[in-house]
């Protein structure tokens, strides 16, 4: 299970996920300086989806022995970040501004889980693509 570079890639994502929560993505320009640091932890859609994504992302490490089911769950994972990135673009630009709003280095992690979710999905491809040509082989 460990020496597969796919669960390496997953267990990435899941540890992303989890200081997605606690660091701060950004900040608000004009607000006081308490109130000023957006985290995951405020924003209760934001926190579940992180968890929802790193969940997802276990469980797929420990499907090592169904791979084709493994690639399900890490595409349908890869779908998940990619709306996750969206719906806090929408956040970010609907309800704060872009003019009021400051990247932190939070909000990176979002696009490095969907890149290790890409990555771990590649490694998981490429080993059903062995494994088929060592049974043609046969």
Known sequence: MIQRIQTIYLLLVAIACATFIFIPFGELKNAEPALSQLTAKNFPTDMIGAIAIALIAVVAIFLYGNRKQQMKIVLVNCVLSVAFIGWMAYGI???????????????????FILLFNLLAYGSIKSDEKLVRSMDRLR
Not at 94 to 103: D, E, I, R, T, W
């Open 93 to 111: 630009v609907q309800h704060v501004g872009l003019s009021n709003y400051g990247f932190k280095i939070g909000a990176l992690l979002p696009v």
